[in-house]
Structures are given as structure tokens and as C-alpha cells.
């Protein structure tokens, strides 16, 4: 099966670079369900971190910048590289240390879309201007 992001590529366009949820920003989660595993609802707790992790698609492409929040419902957000005013990265205290933050891109004529908990943000900002930089 597909994923979100690579379904909706169009004729020419290529993933450039992928960013993903960070499994430190569902420390809590992870930490609850092996906690109360042996009660069973551990499972539950686990299962809702994994689903956390896995139902988030950021990419950037050589022509867009490409968002997808949801398992059941679907929230998407696709902004032309053109477009794209600025990506901002958020990083607290233990954000720094384990590497992940909030991305906060900004398009004209859209609002700000804040992007939770993506691992590795600084390597996302990087590839966008790269993108940015080589679409002119």
C-alpha cells in the first residue's frame, strides 16, 4: 500500500526528503503501555503511540512541501515550494537534546501550519531551502 504522500505525486515530481514523528514526543504513551501491560491496557496505550507515529506523512518534493495528519480522519496540507514563505523550527529544552521540535511553515495567502513532534527538524528546514534554492 501506498503511502499518502507518494499517491499524490504528480507527473515529474520526486521526494526529496521524508521527516517523520519523533517516538520521543510519545515517551508517555510508550512509558504508560509497558507499565500497564501486564493489565492488558497497556496494549492500548502502545498501540495509540504507534498510530500517533505512523498516521503522520511530511515530506518535501521538487514542487511542494506535503503534510498528512490522521488514521481515520484525514487532514492534509500541500503548499507549492514557490509558496512557501518560511519554515520556523521550535525546539524545548529536551527537544534539543533528543532531536525533535515543532515546524511552523508559513505560505502566502495561508496561514501558519504548525507540524508537532517531527524528529529531526533542523534536516527538514535544510532540505526545504535546498528545494527552495534549486527551484529558483
Known amino acids: ?5 507518494e499517491g499524490t505525486l504528480i507527473a515529474g515530481e520526486k521526494i526529496l526528503h521524508q521527516g517523520r514523528v519523533s517516538w520521543w514526543a510519545v515517551w508517555h504513551l510508550l512509558l504508560a503501555g509497558v507499565v500497564l501491560l501486564p493489565v492488558a491496557i497497556g496494549l492500548v496505550f502502545l498501540v495509540w ?13 521538487n ?12 487532514n492534509t496540507m500541500e503548499i507549492a515550494i514557490q509558496k512557501v514563505e518560511s519554515i520556523q523550527v521550535h525546539q524545548s ?7 525533535y521540535g515543532t515546524l511552523i511553515v ?3 495567502g495561508t496561514s501558519h501550519a504548525p507540524i508537532p513532534s517531527i ?6 528546514r535544510r532540505a526545504f531551502l535546498e528545494a527552495q534554492e534549486q527551484k529558483g
Not at 500500500?1 to 504522500?5: E, F, G, L, P
Not at 524528529?119 to 527538514?124: G, I, K, N, Y
Open 119 to 124: 524528529s529531526d527538524p533542523m534536516a527538514f
Open 93 to 99: 529544552l529536551s527537544g534539543r537534546i533528543l532531536n
Open 106 to 108: 508559513s505560505g502566502t
Open 1 to 5: 500500500m501506498a503511502s499518502y504522500v
Open 49 to 61: 503511540a504507534w498510530i500517533r507515529v505512523k498516521s503522520t506523512e511530511l515530506a518535501i518534493t
Open 63 to 74: 514542487k511542494r512541501v506535503i503534510a498528512k495528519f490522521g488514521f481515520i480522519s484525514r
